[in-house]
């Protein structure tokens, strides 16, 4: 037996519900009773270990484009010094097929739509989800459709236009009124659009928990901090987590940190005031563009979950969030500003004394840098121009720099 929920009220619909939330709004997730007696499986792929955890009927590994296998590594001692954390941990996700955790969520969105035999596939995203979809609705010989919001950085569009994607940029002031005004349509026109904070993408996301997992060898770490807009990726490792808990793998769960950048804190801003409703943020700017739901649809769910459990959050300055691009750099990770968000988050909670010195803290590295190009002109690069016989002097420059006074 499989099924869907409303996460607040527990209203239940049938598992091929092509809605992505609940008629009064509220997120939905899979349930799956059998999950208590889940058990892990030999097999190739991530997902046919977990197999008993997953919904799907039919997981065919044509669908794969290699997503998961993402290293999960010991924080440079640099990063360790800026974060104050000596057991901090990287799970690098910008080592996906499309360089972002997206990919993980779109693999079983993808199921699922072979499985319920749709032609159509359609996402609303600020870049990576629908690169994502794009790539893999290709890889399915099926249509993607995409809608972006007019600021989406141009490399993250491109990349949707080349897998062959119908891509429609839609110019509207509120990008979460945007939202729900597009998933709105999917009942009128039968398609599926798939959302950030959807349940079957949230299954995907899940996997990314059993493979901590399995990389831990049954540890399990204190936190996970995690840059958040629509809500999806923190709701699948906090599932994937608290089934591998009911299914008695582990005795006890990571919480969880909710990262957001200062100018855009809906979650953040509501946890410092007690509130269980997103504080809606409209007309912001900032340089983490993968993070800027105002007002995450299912946001309500995240604030319940983060006040019963002890999560804790934080955000960060559009300074903190360049400069910590450019410390994750120095330590050889070139991540989206969105990802940066989460280490000086890190310093400040350990500073405030929430996460002690000895706490095992892992940070996602949800994207890669070089998907949001733009962004570094905020940064200098010691670049040297010169012609041939200028050279000679660059290098000793370089190699010797001149004292300064
Ligand atoms: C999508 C995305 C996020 C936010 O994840 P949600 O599931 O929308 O909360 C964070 N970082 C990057 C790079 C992303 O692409």
């Given at each position: 037996?499989?099924?869907?929920?409303?996460?607040?009220?527990?209203?239940?619909?049938?598992?091929?519900?092509?809605?992505?939330?609940?008629?009064?709004?509220?997120?939905?997730?899979?349930?799956?009773?059998?999950?208590?007696?889940?058990?892990?499986?030999?097999?190739?792929?991530?997902?046919?270990?977990?197999?008993?955890?997953?919904?799907?009927?039919?997981?065919?590994?044509?669908?794969?484009?290699?997503?998961?296998?993402?290293?999960?590594?010991?924080?440079?001692?640099?990063?360790?010094?800026?974060?104050?954390?000596?057991?901090?941990?990287?799970?690098?996700?910008?080592?996906?097929?499309?360089?972002?955790?997206?990919?993980?969520?779109?693999?079983?969105?993808?199921?699922?739509?072979?499985?319920?035999?749709?032609?159509?596939?359609?996402?609303?995203?600020?870049?990576?989800?629908?690169?994502?979809?794009?790539?893999?609705?290709?890889?399915?010989?099926?249509?993607?459709?995409?809608?972006?919001?007019?600021?989406?950085?141009?490399?993250?569009?491109?990349?949707?236009?080349?897998?062959?994607?119908?891509?429609?940029?839609?110019?509207?002031?509120?990008?979460?009124?945007?939202?729900?005004?597009?998933?709105?349509?999917?009942?009128?026109?039968?398609?599926?659009?798939?959302?950030?904070?959807?349940?079957?993408?949230?299954?995907?996301?899940?996997?990314?928990?059993?493979?901590?997992?399995?990389?831990?060898?049954?540890?399990?770490?204190?936190?996970?901090?995690?840059?958040?807009?629509?809500?999806?990726?923190?709701?699948?490792?906090?599932?994937?987590?608290?089934?591998?808990?009911?299914?008695?793998?582990?005795?006890?769960?990571?919480?969880?940190?909710?990262?957001?950048?200062?100018?855009?804190?809906?979650?953040?801003?509501?946890?410092?005031?007690?509130?269980?409703?997103?504080?809606?943020?409209?007309?912001?700017?900032?340089?983490?563009?993968?993070?800027?739901?105002?007002?995450?649809?299912?946001?309500?769910?995240?604030?319940?979950?983060?006040?019963?459990?002890?999560?804790?959050?934080?955000?960060?300055?559009?300074?903190?969030?360049?400069?910590?691009?450019?410390?994750?750099?120095?330590?050889?990770?070139?991540?989206?500003p969105a990802t940066a968000a989460s280490l000086p988050?890190?310093?400040?909670?350990?500073?405030?004394?929430?996460?002690?010195?000895?706490?095992?803290?892992?940070?996602?590295?949800?994207?890669?840098?070089?998907?949001?190009?733009?962004?570094?002109?905020?940064?200098?690069?010691?670049?040297?121009?010169?012609?041939?016989?200028?050279?000679?002097?660059?290098?000793?420059?370089?190699?010797?720099?001149?004292?300064?006074?």
């Amino acid at each position: 037996m499989r099924l869907l929920r409303s996460t607040l009220t527990g209203i239940e619909y049938p598992f091929e519900r092509l809605e992505e939330f609940a008629d009064n709004g509220e997120s939905l997730e899979v349930v799956l009773p059998s999950v208590a007696q889940a058990r892990v499986r030999p097999g190739t792929y991530l997902w046919e270990r977990f197999a008993d955890f997953l919904p799907f009927e039919r997981m065919d590994p044509v669908l794969s484009l290699g997503e998961g296998n993402t290293p999960l590594l010991p924080a440079a001692p640099l990063l360790q010094q800026i974060s104050g954390l000596p057991g901090l941990l990287l799970k690098d996700e910008t080592q996906n097929p499309t360089w972002s955790f997206k990919d993980r969520g779109t693999l079983t969105t993808l199921f699922m739509a072979r499985e319920m035999g749709e032609r159509v596939t359609a996402t609303i995203s600020t870049g990576n989800m629908g690169h994502s979809v794009a790539a893999y609705a290709a890889r399915a010989g099926i249509m993607a459709i995409v809608f972006i919001p007019h600021f989406a950085p141009e490399p993250k569009v491109q990349a949707m236009a080349i897998h062959g994607a119908s891509v429609v940029r839609v110019s509207a002031p509120d990008y979460a009124a945007m939202k729900s005004a597009i998933l709105s349509l999917a009942g009128e026109f039968r398609l599926r659009i798939v959302s950030g904070n959807g349940p079957i993408r949230v299954e995907g996301y899940k996997l990314i928990a059993f493979e901590m997992f399995e990389q831990l060898r049954g540890q399990v770490p204190d936190f996970i901090a995690v840059p958040t807009s629509a809500c999806g990726h923190i709701r699948g490792l906090w599932k994937g987590w608290n089934e591998l808990r009911l299914a008695g793998f582990v005795e006890r769960v990571p919480r969880m940190i909710i990262v957001q950048a200062a100018n855009n804190s809906p979650l953040v801003t509501a946890m410092r005031r007690g509130l269980r409703r997103p504080v809606p943020f409209r007309d912001f700017q900032t340089v983490a563009e993968a993070i800027t739901s105002g007002n995450p649809q299912g946001g309500d769910e995240i604030l319940e979950k983060a006040a019963a459990h002890g999560w804790l959050a934080g955000d960060a300055t559009e300074e903190e969030i360049l400069e910590a691009q450019r410390a994750l750099a120095a330590a050889g990770h070139f991540v989206e500003p969105a990802t940066a968000a989460s280490l000086p988050v890190l310093k400040k909670l350990r500073q405030a004394g929430e996460i002690a010195l000895d706490q095992t803290v892992v940070m996602m590295l949800t994207g890669s840098g070089l998907k949001d190009m733009g962004v570094l002109k905020h940064h200098r690069l010691p670049l040297v121009d010169t012609p041939l016989d200028g050279v000679r002097k660059a290098l000793s420059d370089i190699l010797m720099p001149p004292t300064q006074v």
